[in-house]
């Protein structure tokens, strides 16, 4: 089955500065790849998610990069903000309706 | 905004004694899903549901666990005899079928 590995596990970035978050999946079947954000003692809810035909998708201060051949993507937040500080989830599935499966999260904190 | 919905919001029980948690997802969506986060851990995988039967399971839901739609609405997840390591927050999602997987608040069960 899909694995999904993700680094860093923490991430302390200043005020303004830019984050990535990156993961990697096994399952070369996968081609749905979404974020999500998790405020502590929340549900986790859904930033942003590319497919697999597209490379890049970018939405104001996040953006998404997708590299099918290396079997990665990445998370990038511009000009980060302290209300930016969460838990951060990538997760892969490899067609509509079947199970997302998560890496293990990735604790950003935003300090200004 | 249609929202899923979880009950209850919290329980405690004793070590095997049962539980059943609630969910109602959202009303068009046609695909169910439990999701277990033990606490500072990922979110996990539990099973999926479509057209009233499982079409999906992890290797931790096992005999202990069981689902049920028992009418047009509800999702339940059953634990028959719960263990200490069964403490964890339990997430409903749905989803129509590609897109957004929603999640629920979430119900967490507290083992004693």
């Known amino acids: 089955g899909e694995n999904v590995e993700q680094h860093p596990s923490t991430l302390s970035v200043q005020e303004g500065d830019s984050a990535v978050i990156k993961c990697t999946y096994s399952?070369?079947?996968?081609?749905?790849f979404p974020w999500y954000k998790q405020e502590l003692g929340k549900r986790p809810q859904l930033i942003i998610d590319?497919?697999?035909?597209?490379g890049e998708k970018k939405d104001q201060r996040i953006a998404v990069t997708l590299n099918k051949t290396a079997k990665h993507f990445s998370l990038h937040i511009t000009e980060t903000q302290p209300e930016d500080s969460a838990v951060y989830f990538c997760?892969?599935?490899?067609?509509?309706?079947?199970?997302?499966?998560f890496g293990k999260g990735t604790t950003l904190s935003v300090s200004s | 905004e249609p929202e899923v919905t979880q009950t209850p919001s919290h329980q405690v029980t004793q070590m095997g004694q049962e539980v059943i948690l609630r969910c109602v997802p959202i009303?068009?969506?046609?695909?169910f899903y439990w999701y277990r986060q033990i606490l500072g851990q990922k979110v996990e995988f539990l099973v999926s549901?479509?057209?009233?039967?499982?079409?999906?399971k992890s290797e931790i839901f096992d005999d202990q666990f069981s689902v049920e739609r028992p009418d047009g609405s509800n999702f339940t997840l059953k634990i028959r005899s719960t263990k200490l390591e069964d403490s964890a927050m339990y997430f409903c999602?749905?989803?129509?079928?590609?897109?957004?997987?929603?999640f629920g608040e979430g119900s967490r069960l507290t083992v004693l």
């Open positions: 997760a892969a599935s490899y067609q509509a309706g079947t199970a997302l499966i």
């Open positions: 399952d070369s079947a996968s081609n749905y």
């Open positions: 590319i497919r697999s035909n597209v």
């Open positions: 009303s068009n969506h046609l695909y």
């Open positions: 549901f479509y057209n009233n039967e499982i079409s999906e």
């Open positions: 999602a749905s989803i129509v079928g590609t897109g957004e997987l929603f």
